[in-house]
Each structure stands twice: as structure tokens, then as C-alpha cells.
């Protein structure tokens, strides 16, 4: 018996063994992809296993340094209510001890250009406006070089 064989059938063959070559790189290369597939989780499984300590113990150190800065705030106020307490009492000795030497200085001016006053043109009703008037400018001029000290 003899086997007819045509073209078509050689195409048939040709195009049957063309799909099982491709098959079978299909199959080389899928089984090569899941080989890296594997890999990759298997580093990615490290990874993790490593980098989670870290991650923890990381979030821990956070956690202390809040704590020491709530800490530093709690000190930082308590810092700031001393100075605070302290600049009031100051001004309140500023203010207690200003007075009595403005007061003083005034009345020195006062008295010595009262004095002036009075020697020179023998008159005391002028002597203690005089006076009155030095006293004045002498308190005014304290004031004014307190403020100028203060800026």
C-alpha cells in the first residue's frame, strides 16, 4: 500500500511540529518565570522577617523619644512660669524702687535750684516755684532716661 502525501499534509506536519516547538518554550519559559516567582517571594519573605524588628524596634524608639520630649515640654513651661514669676517680681521692685528715687532726685533738683532761686533774687515765694518747677522737669527728665535706658 502506498501512503498518499501532499503538500497540504506536509503543511499540516510543518505547522504540528511549529505549536509543539512553541509550546514547548511556552512551557520552558513559564516554568523559568515561576522559578523567579518563587525567588522573589522567598526575598520578599526575608525581607520582611527582617526589616519587622527593625520597624518595631524603630516605632519603640519613637514611643521613648515622645515620652522625653512630653518631658522637655513639661520642663520648658515650668521654665517659662519662672521667668515669668521672676519679671514680674523685677518690675515690681523696679516699680517700688523707681518711685522713691524719682521722687528724690526731683526734690534735690528742687531744693537746690530753690536755693539758687532764693539767693539770687532774695524772693521765696519765687524760690518755691523755682523749686516746683526743677522738681518737675528733674522727674520728667528721670522718666524720660529711664525709657531711654529701657530701649
Known sequence: MLVAFSSGDA??????????????????ALVALARTFAGLASFIKGAEQEVMPVINKAGGSID???TQLDKL?????????AVTAVDSAVRT??????TPVRKVAGVSSGIAHGFATLRRKRNWH???ESAKEATAR????FDEELRAAGE
Open 11 to 28: 503543511v499540516r506536519y510543518l505547522l504540528a511540529f511549529f505549536l509543539l516547538v512553541v509550546g514547548l518554550a511556552l512551557a520552558w
Open 73 to 81: 515640654d513639661q520642663a520648658t513651661d515650668s521654665a517659662l512660669d
Open 126 to 128: 519765687g524760690a518755691v
Open 93 to 98: 521692685v523696679s516699680t517700688a524702687v523707681k
Open 138 to 141: 528733674r522727674e520728667a527728665d
Open 64 to 66: 521613648r523619644v515622645n
